[in-house]
């Protein structure tokens, strides 16, 4: 079984920086791809961002195109999201996930078959 967890949450203010990481653990672990969601309180889970395992192509939601940042680090079993410029907007809860083979489409949380636990971003204005 896989397990993914997420670090690197907190709390910071409006034009700061955060890091989330999420490690796989568990069976040996060579998913398609790997993305990150969040949820704010009251609404659905949303896409976020996307990478594929081999090639390293990625994808991002428009409203954090430009600040955001997906990588990932194969040795290590990682993905990180880089957050820059943070604003209020994204306060949510921040899930790590994992898309084991290919589907055509990857903005939808149905797509992905392995979840974290999620970790907390606030950003106060």
């Known amino acids: 079984q896989v397990q993914l967890v997420e670090s690197g949450g907190g709390l910071v203010q409006a034009g700061g920086s955060l890091r989330l990481s999420c490690a796989a653990s568990?069976?040996?672990?060579?998913?398609?791809?790997m993305g990150w969601f969040r949820q704010a309180p009251g609404k659905e889970r949303e896409f976020v961002a996307r990478?594929?395992?081999?090639?390293?192509?990625?994808a991002y939601a428009d409203s954090v195109k430009g600040r955001f940042t997906i990588s990932r680090d194969d040795a290590q079993n990682t993905v990180s999201l880089q957050m820059n410029s943070l604003k209020p907007e994204d306060t949510a809860v921040y899930y790590c996930a994992a898309q084991e083979y290919y589907r055509d489409v990857f903005r939808s949380p149905r797509a992905y078959d392995n979840w974290g636990q999620g970790t907390q971003v606030t950003v106060s204005s």
């Open positions: 990478i594929i395992r081999i090639g390293g192509i990625t």
């Open positions: 568990g069976r040996t672990f060579r998913p398609y791809s």
